[in-house]
């Protein structure tokens, strides 16, 4: 049986592809406008390779004790899928397709792969997920690593949380004027984050 939250992450994979197919100028356009959120990306990256690499790798790869990439339990925004998709290549997101098409009997994602995480940018949770053992192993000691991690959290919000227009809103809003609706697009249809729109008096995006 297929699995419901593989099916909805296919589609939408599926859907974003297509359209990028059949609408190859999108492409730099949304480049363009999503520049800004993969150069924070690419700090938060860097950052978390810095301060986190050992410990994540001891905890998560050899001992296996860490629920990070526990099995199903990764929350995927439209805009990561579509970003993540901007900047991979076709046997990158072929592959994405064939792990999603595949039973998953193991005891982690489906999307962790030998090697790591498949995705080239992984979704933003997942990114900023740290637990707390992870967390004292880095900044217990280094306040001034411990203050970066707080300004990279508030930094996310300048991108995801609606309380302001946001890139995840516009490229919800975006695909939909183009004719794809998602499950994924949370921005749009969950209802917290609807309140948070309508009580920051934000409407849904006009495409630009
Ligand atoms: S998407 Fe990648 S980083 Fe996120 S839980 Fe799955 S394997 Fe881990």
Redesign the pocket.
């Known amino acids: 049986m297929v699995n419901p939250y593989h099916l909805e992450q296919r589609q939408t994979l599926d859907a974003i592809r297509d359209h990028l197919s059949t609408a190859p100028e999108d492409r730099d356009r949304l480049l363009e406008w999503t520049a800004s959120y993969r150069a924070f990306r690419a700090e938060a990256s860097d950052f978390l390779a810095r301060h986190f690499q050992e410990i994540c790798t001891e905890k998560c790869f050899r001992s296996r004790l860490s629920a ?3 099995r199903e ?2 929350i ?1 925004f439209f805009a990561d899928m579509a970003v993540n998709v901007l900047v991979s290549d076709d046997p990158e997101l072929d592959a994405l397709s064939a792990v999603l098409d595949a039973p998953n009997e193991g005891f ?5 792969g030998d090697r ?4 080239r940018i ?2 933003i949770v ?1 990114e900023m997920f740290l637990c707390d053992a992870a967390l004292s192993a880095a900044f217990d000691g280094n306040p001034d690593a411990s203050a970066r991690w707080e300004a990279l959290k508030e930094e996310r919000k300048r991108y995801t949380w609606p309380d302001r227009p946001v890139i995840f809103d516009d490229l919800e809003a975006h695909f939909l004027a183009a004719g794809h609706a998602s499950p994924l697009m949370y921005l749009h249809n969950s209802p917290g984050l609807l309140r948070v729109k309508q009580k920051a008096g934000i409407s849904s995006p006009v495409d630009r």
């Open positions: 990070c990439c526990s339990g990764v995927t982690k994602c489906v999307y962790l790591g995480c498949l995705w992984k979704p997942c």
